[in-house]
């Protein structure tokens, strides 16, 4: 009697802790606690409208953007842009399809992001991209590590 | 004396293991931060070379089972779609090359890295030739790392 209590204990413990250990979810869902498209509206409402404070938080020092022509921007250089005249107008930056892969203390979302703006010199930016995401867990805060987007040629 | 020291050295991996899997994690060194980097710096190349080879046992064997990759173009694939494409001989051979590998983030059980990948070669009817900048993204899962997922923008810019 008490080894089938000791083996159904064991069940349900390793079925909660495989599923948590690599999560793949619509970001409706709190994969791992988390309101995912919470947390990727905030970022990208927060470069729209130039909330740098949040972002100097949100990006950890690691932080690398590689933007669709391949050029790559650390923490300090992309916040750099946001902050000086060459910075962006972004009207529209709207992450949709959002889907979460969750490994533990590292997070990929991928989403479908559609850009409408231009640059400092009056340049469209407008554009419909797929976008790779990754956030790490550090001292109990997820925070931004790496962007790379990539132009949607999906449906061409 | 031989069979005495690998004896012991399986018992010091299998109790160094037991206290990271009991979640008492050892304090983290700078030694332990090189080790990930120079870890998954190999597994780089491995995923590299599996690629070039055709090889998806070992894609399947380094692949998280919830792995997501992007390709340039925003084509997004899971797992068993990558591994098929790695397996799959028909698709044509690559000439795959990592330069420029950068750690970006290494903790204990995650590491991000960038690189610069070239690729020469045709899969089918599209041309991959060209240089890319990659992120791969590495977590430790059952006390091994996995490959989980992928990012890579072809580089148009000039330099």
């Known amino acids: 009697m008490m080894r089938h209590i000791q083996v159904g204990i064991l069940v349900l413990i390793l079925g909660f802790a495989i599923p948590a250990m690599g999560q793949t979810k619509s970001a409706g869902d709190l994969a791992g606690g988390v309101d995912w498209k919470a947390l990727d509206h905030k970022w990208l409402d927060s470069e729209r409208t130039g909330d740098l404070d949040y972002l100097e938080k949100f990006f950890a020092d690691s932080y690398v953007l590689v933007r669709a022509d391949g050029q790559s921007y650390t923490k300090k250089e992309w916040l750099g842009i946001l902050r000086g005249p060459d910075r962006p107008t972004l009207l529209t930056l709207d992450p949709e399809d959002i889907q979460v892969h969750v490994f533990g203390n590292v997070a990929i979302l991928t989403d479908h992001t559609t850009i409408k703006g231009h640059d400092s010199k009056g340049k469209s930016m407008d554009g419909e991209y797929n976008v790779f995401r990754v956030v790490i867990k550090q001292n109990g805060i997820w925070r931004a590590t790496g962007v790379v987007m990539n132009p949607d040629l999906t449906k061409k | 004396m031989k069979r005495a020291y690998g004896l012991s050295v399986a018992i010091l991996l299998i109790v160094s293991s037991g206290g990271v899997a009991l979640g008492q994690a050892p304090k983290k060194t700078a030694a332990e ?78 590491a991000v890295l960038t690189d610069k990948t070239t690729i020469r070669g045709k899969q089918g009817e599209t041309s991959y030739d060209g240089q890319y900048r990659v992120m791969r993204v590495f977590a430790k899962q059952h006390g091994r790392w996995r490959a989980a997922g992928a990012g890579i923008a072809r580089i148009t810019a000039a330099p």
């Not at chain 2, 919830?66 to 925003?74: L, T």
């Not at chain 2, 694939?77 to 790695?86: A, E, G, L, T, Y």
């Not at chain 2, 397996?87 to 000439?95: C, E, H, K, Y």
């Not at chain 2, 090359?97 to 290494?106: F, K, L, M, N």
Request: proline share 3%; charged share 20%.
């Open chain 2, 33 to 110: 931060q090189e080790d990930v980097a120079g870890t998954v710096a190999i597994l780089d190349h491995v995923w590299l070379d599996a690629a070039h080879n055709h090889d998806g046992e070992t894609a399947a064997w380094l692949f998280a089972d919830n792995f997501v990759e992007i390709h340039p173009g925003g084509f997004l694939v899971s797992k068993q779609q990558q591994v098929d494409m790695i397996s799959n001989t028909q698709l044509g051979d690559l000439a795959i090359q990592s330069t420029d590998i950068q750690v970006r983030y290494a903790s204990p059980d995650v």
